[in-house]
C-alpha cells in the first residue's frame, strides 16, 4: 500500500517570505497522481495543486508551486510571498493512475503559520 | 454550482443513539467516500463507493455503514455511536479513475458523541 508522509507537523512563514513543505510518498507504481489540498480553520478542504507524475514540468498556481521529484519520492509545495490568508492545514495525497484506482492517500498534514 | 452538501454540519449526540449523517453531490460523480479527521492523524477513509450498490471498506470501517441507492447520494450510518466516534467527518467524491480525479469535499460533519 502506498504511503504518504508529512515530516513537519508545524511551520511558519513571515507575511510575503517563502515557505515550502515537505511530502514524500511510498510507490512502486509508475503513473499516479499527487495533490496538495489546504483547509483553513473553516475546515473546508481546497485543492491548492495537481500534478501528473508522468509530466516531468512542475505544476504551478499562482503563488503556489511544487518541486516534484519523480526519483527521489518527493513532492514539496512552495509558497511564495505568504499571506495571512495561507495560514491553514496543508495536506499531501497521493492517488494511484491505475485503472480501478479512486482512491487518496492522505499525509497526516503540516500546520502553517503566517506571521504578520 | 458544483457541490458535496453534508449535514448535518454539527451534532452532539449520546452513546448508541443510532444516527444518519447525509451527503450528497451533484455533480453526477461516480466515486464517494467518507473520512473522518482525528488530531495527528490526517484524514482516513472508512468506507467508499465506486458506483451505484457498490460499497467497500476503507481503512477505518468498523462501528459505520453506507449505502448507495442513488448516484448523488452516500450517507454515512452509526448504528450504535461510541465516544471513539466524536470526530470531524468528510463526505467526497471524484469522477472516478483517470486525470484529474481530485476528490470534492463537503464542509465537513463535526459529531460529538458522549
Known amino acids: ?116 | 454550482e458544483a457541490q458535496v452538501t453534508q449535514n448535518p454540519r454539527y451534532l452532539i449526540t449520546v452513546t448508541g443513539k443510532k444516527l444518519t449523517v447525509t451527503c450528497s453531490q451533484n455533480m453526477n460523480h461516480e466515486y464517494m467516500s467518507w473520512y473522518r479527521q482525528d488530531p495527528g492523524l490526517g484524514l482516513r477513509q472508512i468506507y467508499y463507493s465506486m458506483n451505484v450498490e457498490v460499497t467497500d471498506k476503507g481503512d477505518v470501517p468498523e462501528g459505520y455503514k453506507v449505502s448507495r441507492k442513488e448516484k448523488r447520494n452516500f450517507p454515512l450510518i452509526l448504528e450504535s455511536p461510541s465516544p471513539n466516534q466524536t470526530s470531524l467527518y468528510f463526505c467526497a467524491s471524484s469522477t472516478g479513475q483517470g486525470w484529474p480525479g481530485e476528490l470534492f469535499f463537503g464542509e465537513g460533519s463535526r459529531l460529538t458523541v458522549l
Open chain 1, 1 to 116: 500500500a502506498q504511503t504518504v508522509t508529512q515530516s513537519q507537523p508545524e511551520m511558519s512563514v513571515q507575511e510575503a517570505e517563502t515557505v515550502t513543505l515537505s511530502c514524500t510518498y511510498d510507490t512502486s507504481e509508475s503513473d499516479y497522481y499527487l495533490f496538495w489540498y489546504k483547509q483553513p480553520p473553516s475546515r473546508q478542504m481546497i485543492l491548492v495543486i495537481r500534478q501528473e507524475a508522468y509530466k516531468q514540468q512542475n505544476a504551478t498556481e499562482n503563488r503556489f508551486s511544487v518541486n516534484f521529484q519523480k526519483a527521489a519520492k518527493s513532492f514539496s509545495l512552495k509558497i511564495s510571498d505568504s499571506q495571512l490568508g495561507d495560514a491553514a492545514m496543508y495536506f499531501c495525497a497521493y492517488r494511484s493512475a491505475g485503472a480501478g484506482s479512486y482512491q487518496l492517500t492522505f499525509g497526516k498534514g503540516t500546520k502553517l503559520s503566517v506571521i504578520p
